[in-house]
């Protein structure tokens, strides 16, 4: 009876954390920066790895692989985020800058539109054709 349920949250545990790799790995090809690309890849990593190895932590049962897989978890724990920062903090010293929303491009539905905040005129035709309707 015990062993089922242990069997089945650590099935829950691994399905999940399968699931917020798969979002992360998501999120870096969706985002348009650095940064938040970056954040997605920190935050999901963490989570999926603690996850994971907490399902694997179940599966092991009082062993000497629950005290590695709970080594690796502490080493994790800390270096994750740590390396996130450290990440953040020289792209920020070598200025590199957000992707503002202004400054990037919109779908409309039939073609990619440059927003701008300035009341410049439109530089071809079709942009023309899109800001008179």
């Known amino acids: ?49 603690f996850l994971v190895i907490t399902g694997l932590m179940l599966i092991a049962g009082w062993s000497l692989a629950l005290f590695k897989l709970g080594l690796i978890l502490l080493f994790i724990f800390f270096t994750s985020p740590t390396a996130s920062h450290a990440l953040a903090r020289s792209a920020q010293h070598s200025e590199l800058k957000l992707q503002s929303l202004w400054e990037g491009t919109a779908s409309n539905g039939r073609s990619q539109k440059k927003i701008s905040t300035k009341g410049s005129e439109p530089d071809t035709a079709m942009e023309a054709a899109d800001v008179s309707r």
């Open 1 to 49: 009876m015990i062993d089922s349920i242990l069997t089945l949250v650590s099935g829950l545990l691994l399905a999940m954390g399968c699931f917020f790799m798969l979002s992360g790995a998501i999120g870096i090809l969706r985002f348009p920066d650095f940064y938040t690309r970056m954040h997605a890849a920190g935050i999901t990593d963490t989570l999926a790895t």
